[in-house]
């Protein structure tokens, strides 16, 4: 499998990414070398092994659903680029 | 001999015999950091006016009397992709620039429980991602051995700054090897515990089946008392593991009689530097020496473990990073009309080139069509090279090797090519994937350059591979050289 433009160009909105034509011909070559290594776990036969998400022996970890004090808003939005009556403001999303 | 010289325990009788004040430790912290610093780079964000007043209320503190805890007064320097309150985070992205958290990483209050003194925030690679600490969108940190030459990454900052004797001791961040190759290519003692040992809770997450905290430290006590500090189980990290935290302390006998070392044929092979390799032949020996044995064994699968690590790490680090859309804190774009332009602008301008490239690489290998062929292939080669790992242990105590392959090299020398600078991380990145833990200690030197020992043991046997590297230790004298700025 080799990537193309189109495929980097595709790729990038998926990833909400802009790129000028020189990052998207940078990225097109550096990604098909990174590919082009890793189609080397095709020589490994995968057949019936379960795949590893992570190495701990967990799944679903429950709590109780208990109501518990979150951030106070102030502290919420003192990291907010933009606010309006104690809310993040944003642009339109829709015209 | 200068404080930093010391070991924290005698630090600690020192200020408990009032020998010294934590207001002494901090200016002499400050000191060296006006003195070095300009040079090394280590930090991003210093907080001399905070540390100051910590100190002072710690002085008042120990005034009072009463025994104090082993990390009371030190200061300390911390990753800056751990969040701190009321301390500028930026994962050294001008993405978080202008970001100030509103509450600590868990393991950032149990340091401030323990009365450490923060005293800045450490330089680092993009989000962790490098092996170099040349994407750190501010500016590079430099090796204090060799100013010219990178100090690994990606925890390079917090390496440094121990190595330089600027911070006591520090915390990193280790996915694929971002503890222990600076550890190595620094000269000190860097631990990455068990996946699952220690909170990531306020960890910025880059890829979170492998993201682990540890300590960077001068030598292997520290390093054990540290880990004592912040290992636990923390109902805030789900995939915090429920174990019972042994006292590492009382595991440093010095007493390696019979243990069993496994030593990886592929660790000692092609692409591994000459001298690298007989530097960590003559540790073998040192412990040798002291009744242990050891046998060449092989991981056959090392050889898949960088394609693995690319792709399932980039595939969840473009999940986790989505979150950085210019919308609740970070810096937004002012160039957007609409919200989906709010998004693509702000991450663009925000991102560095190392950051993008993983983005898409793993949304790439997340995408409709390619899932199977490449991250749930990962994941299978993931299973296999966990086994290489649990079938050696079925006969051995450890595993050691060499950390890194190579001593650091030059500033610029891998930048135009992702593919080599991603091999520097060939040895650690199984360990991570294998989920167990590893320290890397200093054991020599190559053309004045550090060279570490990777000691790998069993999931959740911190206690012995700091057995190994104490026992180690105390028969070499690597770890008390100190790099001349």
Redesign the interface.
Known sequence: ?S?TDK??QH??K??????TPE?EQ??TG??N???Q??E?????D?EG????????H?SN?M?EDEVRAS?PIE??L?????EEDDQ?K????L? | MSLFDYKLSEIHNKLQNKELSVTDLVDQAFTRISEREDRVKAFITLDEEGARASAKTLDDKLAAGGTRGLLFGLPVGIKDNIVTEGLRTTCASQFLSNFTPVYDATVVGKLRAADTVTIGKLNMDEFAMGGSNENSSFYPVRNPWDLDRVPGGSSGGSAAAVAAGEAYFALGSDTGGSIRQPASYCGVVGLKPTYGLVSRFGLVAFASSLDQIGPLTKNVEDSAYVLQAIAGYDPMDSTSAKVDVPDYLSALSGDVSGLRIAVPKEYLGEGVDAQVKETVLNALKVLEAQGATWDEVSLPHTEYAVATYYLLASSEASSNLARFDGVRYGVRSDNAGSLIDLYHESRSQGFGDEVKRRIMLGTYALSSGYYDAYYLKAQKARTLIKQDFDKVFEQYDVIIGPTAPTTAFKLGAQVDDPLTMYLNDILTIPVSLAGVPAVSVPCGFADGLPVGMQIIGKAFDESTVLRVAHAYEQNTEHHKRRPEL
């Not at chain 1, 944003?90 to 999303?93: F, H, I, L, N, T």
């Open positions: 499998m990537i495929d980097v790729v990038a998926l990833a909400r990414l802009n790129l990052e940078m990225f550096q990604l070398a990174i590919l290594y890793a080397k776990l095709n020589e490994l995968t092994v379960e795949p590893t998400t992570h190495v701990l967990l970890v709590r951030l502290k919420v003192l990291n907010a680029p933009d993040i944003v642009p339109a999303v015209e």
